[in-house]
């Protein structure tokens, strides 16, 4: 994604301040939503009011660990791609992380800029929708979202862990995780999937079929490619591909990012209880909805 940068310096800074923040002090609550305070501040949340988004803004919009920088990767392969400038993450992507004078510097860049938000529908600055900003809306099934959470936590030297899996798992479905709970940003998502300027991917169909998922996101954002393009930027953009670059573009945090990259790896954490526990809760909240559709459950997250 990026050499040496602002990118990875970002991510470096948070595992630092991370390696002395327990669990119990990680979160602080930003309306009614927990943050990581490693990488969130209040104050950054008040100068987001102020962002302005451009028209031309790709804006990437996901629950964490549903593949936000797969995408984001494929982005900047597709911007490269066309005219042949690397596209250098003058900041950390995550829209909402990093200091709040992030949004003045900002407006300098050059177009397109890339945001990426794991906010929920409604805690997106107004100016994305006022401005029309196109979204590319990334979901996962909550499964496997949920296992590739805790691993990251309990993985990662630097990031606070959990005391077992069962414990991440009472969270998780309380919504007591960094950036809240996923049904909750599911629920928010589902009214708006079908509004002008969003585009809905799953992470599923793109491990299913890359090409045509890389062809369908170049089309929504504009990019013409040839065919040879594609299927390049499909080749780089493999888990095994961009595993073996994880270092180089996103510092120590690379390989435990790019941990498995597969579907159903939750049968190998959930037992029946937290099955049936989360299909009940996947009933509730959207079950007969257009994106419960969309996420084809049935398929991915029955055993
Ligand atoms: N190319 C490719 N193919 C398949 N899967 C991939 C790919 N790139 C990233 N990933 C997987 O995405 C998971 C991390 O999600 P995010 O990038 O959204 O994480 S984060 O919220 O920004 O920390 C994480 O999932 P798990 O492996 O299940 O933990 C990554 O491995």
Redesign the pocket.
Known sequence: MATKSKFIDYIDEALEKSKETALSRLFFTHQGIPYPITMCTSETFQALDTFEARSNDIVLA?Y???????ILHIISELIFAESNKKYEYPEFPILECGDPEKYQRMKQFPSPRILATHLHYDKLPGSIFKNKAKILVIFRNPK?TA??FF??HNDVPDIPSYGSWDEFFRQFMKGQVSWGSYFDFAINWNKHLDDENVKFILYEDL?KNLTAGIKQIAEFFGFSLTGEQIQTISAQ???QA?RAKSQETHGAVGPF??????VG?WKNLFSETQNQEMDEKFKQCLAGTSLGAKLKYESYCHP
């Open positions: 996901s964490p660990k549903c593949g936000s920088n797969w496997d296992v590739s691993h990251f491990k953009s493999t888990f961009m990012l790019f941990r498995k990259g597969e790896d």
